[in-house]
């Protein structure tokens, strides 16, 4: 492989902004939508494809299928950053991106890749040019980069997309509220005159932000954690539903202070595990169905996963983006107790759910995307 723009490389990142930024501030901006995936850079040199993730490790062997369609659909020689994702189609609703279908696809045995390939097979969208041929874009400005990535992936209707972009704050704002329910995360807005930055975070990012009360379940030790200084890794949290605790995620962003202050307030709560609701899971050692607290994964595989029952008396009030499923995609933040609420009242209910979007008629936009 010989190209301008050579392995590894670090994708350009974003900051947060809390709000769609004013273009007129930044010089002007680009608009696209925020997609829920693997950050993927695909290299290209006729018939030899590399994947890489955001930490340049090789993704090549999980996506067969995306190689495949690489060498018959993306230019002869290119190098191009974009989102690697998994769209299905439930029963009774339109296509949204899967993360948890997507997770699977990291997979030591071939055999099951092959078979997942098959399965769920991925895509790529393109929202960034690095090279093209001989030349490389990395120090031209994005309103250049992009002006050659759309001629270069003209007439693309999958797997290989090309992201629809908008410079009009207002239609930014229309994205952010309906792309949400396709499964999207949010708007990204990238500097129309800003160069290609590996692992700056030179683009900002707008994520939907929300909240909800929890039930205080169990926790984990941080990892820096001894007999001497005991400090809180995370906090366990659960949602109920038809009368179960379902376990919904973690918080875990704490100062060490906080994290020894945890630890101690929460020890009159330890309970033994078979009289937590989550001790009937005892039985799964190795195998994790239902991302069951305290079980490994292909993820997870060598981590101290143990965690400590508490009984579910204590209610928190935590900061989230979107669910994933009946999880939170994400790790939640913690905001406050909440001594008013009572635990079995916490329920999925109080979840704002989006209205559902059609993801292809996001895909099927046509270069430039102004709609």
Same mark, same amino acid.
């Given at each position: 492989m010989d190209l301008p723009v050579m392995p590894p490389v670090r994708p350009m990142l974003a900051k947060p902004v809390k709000t769609i930024?004013?273009?007129?501030?930044?010089?002007?901006? #680009?608009?696209?939508?925020?997609?829920?995936?693997? /950050?993927?850079?695909?290299?290209?040199?006729?018939? +030899?494809? @590399?994947?890489?993730? *955001?930490?340049?490790?090789?993704?090549? /062997?999980?996506?067969? +299928?995306?190689?495949?369609a690489a060498r018959e659909q993306l230019p002869e020689r290119c190098v191009l950053d974009g989102e690697l994702f998994v769209a299905l189609t439930r029963p009774g609703s339109d296509p949204r991106l899967e993360f948890e279908v997507l997770q699977e696809r990291i997979h030591p045995a071939a055999s099951r890749i092959e078979m997942l390939?098959?399965?769920?097979?991925?895509?790529?969208? &393109?929202?960034?040019?690095?090279?093209?041929?001989?030349? #490389?874009?990395?120090? /031209?400005?994005?309103?250049?980069?992009?002006?050659?990535?759309?001629? &270069?992936?003209?007439?693309?209707?999958?797997?290989?997309?090309?992201?629809?972009?908008?410079?009009?704050?207002?239609?930014a704002e229309r994205w952010f509220e309906q792309f949400e329910g396709a499964g999207l995360d949010g708007v990204i807005a990238k500097p129309l005159e800003a160069t290609y930055q590996p692992n700056a975070r030179t683009m900002m990012k707008i994520k939907h932000s929300r909240t909800a009360d929890v039930v205080l379940a169990g926790y984990r030790e941080h990892k820096t954690s001894t007999p001497e200084n005991p400090l809180l890794g995370s906090l366990l949290l659960g949602l109920y539903a038809d009368g179960e605790l379902q376990h919904v995620g973690v918080s875990a962003s704490f100062t060490a202070v906080r994290r020894a202050e945890l630890m101690a307030e929460l020890q009159p709560l330890v309970c033994d595990i078979a009289e937590h609701p989550w001790g009937r899971w005892n +039985?799964?050692?190795?195998?994790?169905?239902? /991302?069951?607290? !305290?079980t490994q994964s292909r993820w997870s595989a060598g981590k101290d996963l143990s965690f400590t029952p508490l009984r579910p008396e204590r209610v928190l009030?935590?900061?989230?983006?979107?669910? @994933?499923? *009946?999880?939170? *995609?994400?790790?939640?933040?913690?905001?406050?107790?909440?001594?008013?609420?009572?635990?079995? #009242?916490?329920?999925?209910?109080?979840?704002? @759910?989006?209205?559902?979007?059609?993801? #292809?008629?996001?895909?099927?936009?046509?270069? !430039?995307? @102004?709609?």
């Open positions: 930024p004013d273009p007129a501030k930044h010089g002007g901006l #680009s608009f696209e939508p925020k997609w829920d995936g693997f /950050r993927c850079i695909v290299f290209k040199d006729g018939d +030899e494809v @590399e994947l890489a993730s *955001r930490n340049t490790k090789p993704l090549t /062997r999980y996506f067969p +299928e995306v190689v495949a390939a098959e399965k769920t097979p991925a895509s790529f969208v &393109a929202f960034d040019l690095l090279a093209l041929g001989d030349t #490389s874009y990395v120090d /031209r400005p994005f309103a250049e980069r992009r002006a050659a990535l759309e001629q &270069a992936l003209a007439g693309l209707d999958g797997p290989c997309h090309l992201t629809r972009t908008t410079t009009d704050p207002v239609e +039985e799964f050692l190795t195998a994790n169905p239902d /991302r069951i607290p !305290g009030e935590v900061g989230y983006d979107h669910m @994933e499923g *009946r999880r939170f *995609r994400h790790t939640a933040q913690f905001k406050r107790w909440r001594p008013d609420r009572e635990p079995t #009242s916490c329920g999925y209910d109080q979840l704002e @759910e989006p209205v559902g979007y059609d993801l #292809s008629r996001i895909l099927s936009t046509t270069p !430039g995307g @102004e709609s």
